[in-house]
């Protein structure tokens, strides 16, 4: 009889029953060859029927052999590889297993008459290929990955700042021209930008590089302008400054909270850092970048948050049905997971998946994961959600003077002669601040005449002006009539460029101790 793994296998949809062998109208099952050998493998048992599954056998196991093999010859191109196993049925009749490998030579097509067509596996279904899947197919066949292909882009035409930059600190080691660029295969010997090259320059030479962020106010989706507190969408940059961005934003958007218990004051992040770095380099990394149109999407709610990438598992699998703890690896982007590989920001012996587990382990609240063929999906429960007890975390402030322990009231009826003089009080402080920061931002907003709008520059040159100490993005909404999600543009540049800082959640002030911009 089957062995003990037929009914996990039958939900893998790597198994497929026939009842008897179909020659003429033998499509019905060679597709199915087609699908297995494009996909991940699988066996299809002739002699069981489809229904309910019962091993009521073949007439004659070798002849219905010979004439399979027939079949797949005549109309499965390249040849694939397979075996043949008897299988014990009922009343002493046998069922035969066609067990079909996955193949390297893809895309493997069924063809009859005129028509090729190369199917993949859906679950238990065979179906065609998309124009995304036999491109993939093909790549695979030719033992390549895209990021590999040439781009439309020769060397002049793009820069790598930023790529040079972190590469050098990170290894202590410059980038040395057309050599290193030629052995990172971030181009080729014809002096074409590869995709991954395209990809990490500072100009992200592919559109549908874009990540996609927003925090939702509530459980679910809804309305952008209505619905949702900040949105923001990066793109036209390097994957590194994409991945900055996308943390920064969630960042931005998390609460920093504490709690006392007993004696000891402890803080609570609503998402670890940890993960959130791990979820999105596995996005840039391995998401599809064929798919046109297509962006990597981080959706904050208040509960959770998730992240979501083009393109199912390269291997087929379907994450959900995966053991976690031994996940296939295997990189979509060779190119891609290289450099990261280089710039630590991923571990080459593909242990993510563990590496989003490991900060909520002890955790009741526990990441999920979701893929099928088009999509790969990472949930992170927000960790302060629903937690009594929690306040947002303050900005310490320590005195520099010791603290008074004595009972008696201090006498504030008079003044020391000195205090008047050798100090300015707290509003001639605050506005030689206000004015000093003022003058920073009008120079470079000189130099650089296309880094805001006309009316952003005048919005801000103002607003740096009226306000004095903490704000909130509301009130430059407000004061300004403009939407939340331009006023949060507005501040992350400021945030980049080191004119902000944020305080906690939703919190910020003019700083003056940073030379951004300069």
């Given at each position: 009889m089957f062995g003990e793994d037929f009914s996990e296998e039958i939900e893998s949809g790597k198994l497929d029953f026939k009842r008897s062998l179909e020659t003429t109208k033998p499509k019905s099952w060679l597709k199915t060859v087609s699908a297995f050998a494009n996909s991940q493998g699988g066996r299809i048992i002739f002699?069981?029927?489809?229904?309910?599954?019962?091993?009521?056998g073949v007439d004659d196991v070798q002849k219905t052999a010979s004439?399979?093999?027939?079949?797949?010859a005549d109309h499965i191109e390249p040849a694939v590889q397979y075996e043949f196993n008897v299988l014990h049925g009922t009343h002493?009749?046998?069922?035969?297993?066609?067990e079909i490998y996955r193949g390297v030579s893809t895309p493997y097509y069924y063809k009859h008459e005129q028509s090729r067509v190369a199917f993949v596996r859906r679950?238990?279904?065979?179906?065609?290929?998309?124009?995304?899947?036999?491109?993939n197919l093909v790549l695979r066949g030719r033992n390549m990955t895209f990021d590999e292909l040439p781009s439309a882009y020769t060397f002049g035409d793009l820069s790598f700042t930023l790529l040079s930059a972190t590469y050098k600190q990170i290894t202590g080691k410059a980038i040395q021209g057309d050599r290193d660029m030629v052995s990172m295969k971030l181009q080729d010997d014809a002096g074409r930008i590869t995709n991954a090259g395209a990809l990490l320059s500072d100009q992200g030479g592919l559109r549908q590089?874009?990540?996609?962020?927003?925090?939702?106010?509530?459980?679910?989706?809804?309305?952008?302008?209505?619905?949702a507190s900040d949105d923001m969408e990066y793109t036209d940059a390097s994957l590194i400054m994409l991945l900055r961005n996308a943390e920064q934003f969630i960042q931005n958007n998390s609460r920093h909270a504490w709690r006392v218990r007993g004696m000891q004051r402890e803080e609570s992040v609503d998402y670890p850092e940890k993960a959130i770095r791990e979820a999105l380099v596995n996005a840039i990394i391995?998401?599809?970048?064929?798919?046109?149109?297509?962006?990597?999407?981080?959706?904050?709610?208040?509960?959770?948050l998730e992240i979501s990438s083009p393109g199912g598992m390269i291997s087929g699998h379907r994450i959900q049905e995966c053991n976690l703890k031994s996940v296939p690896s295997r990189r979509r982007n060779e190119v891609l997971a290289d450099v990261f590989a280089r710039l630590h920001y991923m571990d080459r012996r593909g242990s993510g998946i563990g590496r989003m587990l490991e900060p909520y382990k002890g955790n009741e609240k526990q990441p999920t994961f979701y893929s099928n063929a088009y999509m790969f999906l990472v949930t992170f429960p927000n960790c302060n959600y629903g937690v009594e007890g929690l306040a947002d975390l303050e900005p310490l402030t320590i005195s520099k003077q010791e603290p008074n322990t004595s009972t008696e009231k201090p006498n504030t009826s008079t003044v020391q002669p000195n205090t008047l003089t050798t100090e300015p009080n707290t509003s001639e402080k605050e506005k030689a601040v206000s004015d000093k920061l003022y003058h920073k931002i009008e120079t470079y907003l000189i130099?650089?005449?296309?880094?805001?709008?006309?009316?952003?520059?005048?919005?801000?040159?103002?607003?740096v002006q009226q306000k004095e100490g903490s704000f909130r993005r509301k009130e430059l909404c407000q004061t300004y009539d403009i939407s939340s999600s331009q006023a949060a543009r507005l501040l992350q540049r400021c945030l980049e460029l080191g004119w902000v800082q944020r305080e906690r959640f939703g919190v910020y002030h003019f700083v003056q101790d940073k030379k951004g911009g300069e």
């Amino acid at each position: 009889m089957f062995g003990e793994d037929f009914s996990e296998e039958i939900e893998s949809g790597k198994l497929d029953f026939k009842r008897s062998l179909e020659t003429t109208k033998p499509k019905s099952w060679l597709k199915t060859v087609s699908a297995f050998a494009n996909s991940q493998g699988g066996r299809i048992i002739f002699g069981v029927t489809d229904d309910t599954h019962e091993p009521v056998g073949v007439d004659d196991v070798q002849k219905t052999a010979s004439k399979v093999a027939e079949l797949i010859a005549d109309h499965i191109e390249p040849a694939v590889q397979y075996e043949f196993n008897v299988l014990h049925g009922t009343h002493g009749r046998s069922c035969l297993e066609v067990e079909i490998y996955r193949g390297v030579s893809t895309p493997y097509y069924y063809k009859h008459e005129q028509s090729r067509v190369a199917f993949v596996r859906r679950g238990d279904r065979s179906e065609p290929a998309t124009f995304i899947e036999l491109s993939n197919l093909v790549l695979r066949g030719r033992n390549m990955t895209f990021d590999e292909l040439p781009s439309a882009y020769t060397f002049g035409d793009l820069s790598f700042t930023l790529l040079s930059a972190t590469y050098k600190q990170i290894t202590g080691k410059a980038i040395q021209g057309d050599r290193d660029m030629v052995s990172m295969k971030l181009q080729d010997d014809a002096g074409r930008i590869t995709n991954a090259g395209a990809l990490l320059s500072d100009q992200g030479g592919l559109r549908q590089s874009r990540i996609v962020c927003t925090h939702w106010n509530g459980l679910q989706k809804g309305a952008v302008h209505e619905d949702a507190s900040d949105d923001m969408e990066y793109t036209d940059a390097s994957l590194i400054m994409l991945l900055r961005n996308a943390e920064q934003f969630i960042q931005n958007n998390s609460r920093h909270a504490w709690r006392v218990r007993g004696m000891q004051r402890e803080e609570s992040v609503d998402y670890p850092e940890k993960a959130i770095r791990e979820a999105l380099v596995n996005a840039i990394i391995h998401r599809d970048y064929q798919v046109l149109g297509s962006e990597i999407h981080v959706d904050m709610f208040d509960d959770r948050l998730e992240i979501s990438s083009p393109g199912g598992m390269i291997s087929g699998h379907r994450i959900q049905e995966c053991n976690l703890k031994s996940v296939p690896s295997r990189r979509r982007n060779e190119v891609l997971a290289d450099v990261f590989a280089r710039l630590h920001y991923m571990d080459r012996r593909g242990s993510g998946i563990g590496r989003m587990l490991e900060p909520y382990k002890g955790n009741e609240k526990q990441p999920t994961f979701y893929s099928n063929a088009y999509m790969f999906l990472v949930t992170f429960p927000n960790c302060n959600y629903g937690v009594e007890g929690l306040a947002d975390l303050e900005p310490l402030t320590i005195s520099k003077q010791e603290p008074n322990t004595s009972t008696e009231k201090p006498n504030t009826s008079t003044v020391q002669p000195n205090t008047l003089t050798t100090e300015p009080n707290t509003s001639e402080k605050e506005k030689a601040v206000s004015d000093k920061l003022y003058h920073k931002i009008e120079t470079y907003l000189i130099q650089h005449p296309n880094a805001f709008q006309q009316k952003n520059r005048e919005l801000l040159l103002d607003f740096v002006q009226q306000k004095e100490g903490s704000f909130r993005r509301k009130e430059l909404c407000q004061t300004y009539d403009i939407s939340s999600s331009q006023a949060a543009r507005l501040l992350q540049r400021c945030l980049e460029l080191g004119w902000v800082q944020r305080e906690r959640f939703g919190v910020y002030h003019f700083v003056q101790d940073k030379k951004g911009g300069e």
